[in-house]
């Protein structure tokens, strides 16, 4: 909405700084004719003419400023709608995201994507990427700092991750890293998407991490064990006990 009405400001003071010049330009010929007639009798004649181009030179800066305060605007516009689809799209599918670049030898280790963050590591660093929602503002129309919330907690094995209230992740990890190192940015991707970025240092390094949570494994209680039996018809039933006695006999032969 700021950006908006911005353009419509700057359209409005191009338009009458357009108006102005085009005024000046029509009377000017006339004016150079005055001069003429002025100069032949007395030199004050001079004054209308240079008053003029004194305007001119005002309106056509005015017209300048105008058209570089369109541009920027026009601009900023442009970057935040480009955000908004950029937002829209990471918010649908993570296999869609461009992340921000971090060291380059991520490319040596194992990476992954879910549906609320992605991660990347180095030997001895490992990053989470969480796509920012759309920024909120206050009443007077300005944008409030980001929310991210990044805690490790035993020895940094257990770790929680919020962006705007919304959990990311929370658990435990599937190896430790260095409580207290841990550091969160916000950093843009090639396609405008704003990320909360978060940096946290091995405890092992050089140790290849295969996921970032430990996998929770639902293990039954084998310790009381319970044994079901299948129902059986009647004639089902008869058919084994005569079966049973058949083969009781056949052992006493």
């Known amino acids: ?41 007395s030199a004050p004649g001079r004054w209308s003419e240079s008053s003029t181009c004194a305007n001119a030179a005002a309106e056509r800066r005015l017209y300048l400023a105008s058209a570089a305060a369109l541009a920027a605007a026009s601009a900023a516009f442009s970057k935040k709608w480009r955000r908004s689809r950029a937002v829209m799209r990471a918010g649908t599918d993570s296999a869609l995201w461009a992340l921000p670049s971090v060291d380059k030898d991520i490319g040596e280790w194992h990476a992954g994507k879910s549906e609320t963050y992605a991660w990347v590591q180095t030997s001895e660093t490992l990053y989470l990427f969480s796509p920012m929602p ?29 962006v705007e209230d ?27 998407t704003e990320f909360a970025v978060c940096e946290l240092d091995k405890a092992i390094p050089g140790q290849e991490w295969f996921s970032v949570m430990h996998p929770e494994i639902d293990v039954a209680d084998y310790s009381k064990p319970v044994v079901e039996q299948p129902e059986l018809l009647r004639e089902q039933e008869e058919a084994t006990v005569e079966d049973t006695l ?7 032969r």
């Open 1 to 41: 909405a700021v950006a908006v009405a911005v353009v419509a400001q700057a359209l409005s003071l191009a338009a009458k700084a357009f108006t102005c010049l085009r005024g000046h330009a029509s009377v000017r010929p006339t004016l150079s004719r005055r001069l003429l007639v002025a100069q032949s009798m």
């Open 134 to 162: 759309e920024p909120k503002t206050n009443e007077f129309g300005e944008k409030e700092p980001p929310k991210v919330d990044l805690e490790l907690e035993q020895e940094g094995t257990i770790i929680r991750f919020a």
């Open 166 to 192: 919304k959990e990311i992740l929370k658990g435990q990890l599937a190896h430790s890293l260095k409580p207290g190192e841990q550091i969160w940015m916000i950093e843009e991707g090639p396609d405008g």
């Open 246 to 252: 058949q083969h009781l006999r056949q052992q006493k």
